[in-house]
Structures are given as C-alpha cells and as structure tokens.
C-alpha cells in the first residue's frame, strides 16, 4: 500500500513562531487531508487538498502532487495548536485500505 | 450538535467478552468509516460503509470484527472473543459524497480497554 511519512516527529516552538510541517507519500493520490488531534483526543479536519494550494486563518497547505509531498503552514503559533498534526492519503490506484495516516508531527507550542 | 457521535465513551472488558460500539453520523453524510487508533501511531482504516452497503475492509481486519449499518444511519462495530492486543481507541467518521471523496469528519471515539 501506500507510504506516508511526516517530518519532524516532534517540534517545540514558542508562542508566535511560524512551522512547516512536511508529509511525503510514495503514490499518486486522489486525496490527501491534513487534521489537527488535541491533547483531548479529537480529531479536526484542516484541509483536504490532494492537489493546489489553501488558505484559512493562520493555516494553510500546499500539496505539489506530482512531486509527492505536501505542506502545512503554521503562523503566529498559539498554545491551542499544540497536539499531533496528521496527514492522510488514498492512492490513486485504489484498494480496500481508506485513508492511509502518517505518523504524525507531535507539536508543542509553549507560552 | 450535528458532529458524529459514538457511544460509549469508554469501554473496559475482560478478555474473551464480546463488546459492541456504536457510531452516529452526521444526518447528510452517506460514507461511514471506521479506524483505529493505538498510542503513538495514526489512525488505521478497518472498515468503509456507502449508505448500508459495507464496500471497503482493510486486509488486517480480523474475522473476529464485524461491523453493520442497517438503515445507512448509525453503524455498530462489534469485536467477538477480545484479546488484549485490541485495546485501543475506536474511531467513527463520516464523510458525503462528491464527485471526489470528501472531508472526513471524526467523533470522539471508544476507548477499549481489555483486560
């Protein structure tokens, strides 16, 4: 199946940094979603963005397909950002295996 | 509050008891999927549903799992016989259709616990 693999693991930044967070997959992909996991658990879509650019807020992603990887931007960082970021993807080939998630970025935004 | 909803919360058994989650999604959405998360790792996909039709199983989805949903509303995923290596957080999500796959929209999740 598909390989995706996030970068950094782990990232601590102090408030008002700005982040990149990268994800690369080893397939073409029809989609492609970046969700934010709170330290309570929760799961919160970002984006969906198998291919272009996205804006909202202080987030936004990139994805370049036919380079296989994707980007997510933090600016000014605030303490609720803190969790772990996840990207997700589904190879354009198919197969019974969903959304396949990455590992993800553990970030900790301190005050 | 429209968001997916599951049920319970959490879940302690002893090994070798059957236990059932169930997940409600949100009213318009006709895709359910079911993952499952264990600490340090993403979630990982078990099961797809498309209204009642169950269309999608991972290959690691283990014959003791079995998952329904009847009326393409709730879905209800049972583990027969528990084992210890089950422990982990159950995941709903929902998701409409579009001439793409959508956005997944996430519940809270079961967190099972067998021991």
């Known amino acids: 199946g598909i390989q995706v693999e996030q970068s950094p693991p782990d990232l601590i930044l102090q408030e008002g940094a700005n982040s990149t967070l990268r994800c690369n997959f080893s397939?073409?992909?029809?989609?492609l979603q970046w969700f934010h996991q709170n330290p309570w658990g929760q799961l919160i879509n970002l984006f969906y963005?198998?291919?272009g650019t996205k804006q909202n807020g202080r987030l936004s992603a990139t994805t370049v397909a036919t380079e296989r990887y994707s980007l997510l931007y933090i600016s000014s960082s605030q303490t609720t950002d803190s969790g772990v970021y996840f990207c997700?993807?589904?190879?354009?080939?198919?197969?019974?295996?969903?959304?396949?998630f990455g590992k993800g970025t553990h970030l900790i935004i301190q005050p | 509050d429209t968001g997916v909803s599951q049920n319970p919360r959490h879940k302690i058994t002893k090994r070798g008891q059957n236990v059932t989650f169930r997940c409600d999604p949100i009213?318009?959405?006709?895709?359910l999927y079911w993952y499952r998360q264990t600490l340090g790792q993403g979630p990982e996909f078990l099961t797809y549903?498309?209204?009642?039709?169950?269309?999608?199983k991972s290959r690691l989805l283990s014959d003791r799992f079995s998952a329904e949903r009847p009326k393409g509303s709730f879905s209800t995923l049972e583990i027969q016989r528990t084992e210890q290596g089950d422990s982990a957080m159950y995941l709903c999500?929902?998701?409409?259709?579009?001439?793409?796959?959508?956005?997944?929209?996430f519940g809270s999740g079961t967190q099972l616990s067998v021991l």
């Open positions: 999500a929902s998701s409409s259709t579009g001439g793409l796959r959508e956005k997944l929209f």
């Open positions: 397939d073409s992909v029809n989609n």
């Open positions: 963005i198998p291919s």
């Open positions: 997700a993807v589904e190879g354009r080939r198919g197969g019974a295996d969903g959304l396949t």
């Open positions: 009213s318009e959405h006709n895709r």
């Open positions: 549903f498309q209204n009642e039709a169950q269309l999608e």
